[in-house]
């Protein structure tokens, strides 16, 4: 797997969010016990899978000083169009942008939907899926995310704090903006 390994310090960013500020991660971990990045995407059918669950799982973690953003690097897709479905879909997470897909690049990101937990010193504790069921939350006996931060939240060694994302393929360099 390339990009950030377990253990080492995640990239930081600085991205635009539909909500019209620019957010870093470096502000996020002055706050936070935790922060969950995950690579999204407005037109896989995987990450779609995962809108309920996800705004679920922030609700849940929100008080214990997690915060989940939500980072898309497909530049095909317009800032509109992921304006459109943070309105629509109500998001209670941040949702930014990587249109040089740099930062994308320096996680490792090859699939939407991938999930990042980073502890509040900026070390990055768990990658890959969310859990074992994209298709439904009934579906799902490893939660692997929610468990990850579980573990991150009590001390305990995160395991495991690796799996292989599945999803849609990043969609590379285009001229649409």
């Not at 800032?79 to 997470?93: D, Q, V």
């Not at 074992?132 to 704090?161: F, H, M, N, W």
């Amino acid at each position: 797997m390339n990009g950030t390994e377990i253990g080492a310090y995640a990239p930081d960013f600085e991205l635009p969010g539909t909500n019209g500020t620019v957010h870093h991660l470096a502000r996020y971990l002055d706050d936070c016990r935790a922060v969950v990045v995950v690579f999204f995407s407005n037109a896989c059918p995987h990450c779609q899978a995962y809108l309920d669950r996800l705004k679920e799982l922030q609700r849940d973690v929100r008080d214990r000083q997690v915060k989940l953003v939500a980072i898309n690097p497909n530049n095909s897709e317009t800032f509109e169009s992921m304006k459109a479905l943070a309105r629509e879909a109500e998001l209670n997470f941040p949702y930014l942008r990587d249109v040089t897909q740099d930062v994308a690049q320096c996680f490792g990101v090859t699939v939407t939907p991938e999930a990042f937990l980073i502890d509040n010193s900026g070390i990055l504790c768990y990658r890959g899926r969310i859990d074992d069921c994209a298709e439904s939350e009934a579906g799902v006996k490893q939660p692997y995310l929610q468990e990850a931060i579980e573990a991150l939240l009590g001390d305990r060694p995160i395991t495991p704090s690796q799996t292989e994302a599945e999803g849609c393929p990043i969609i590379g360099h285009s001229s649409t903006t």
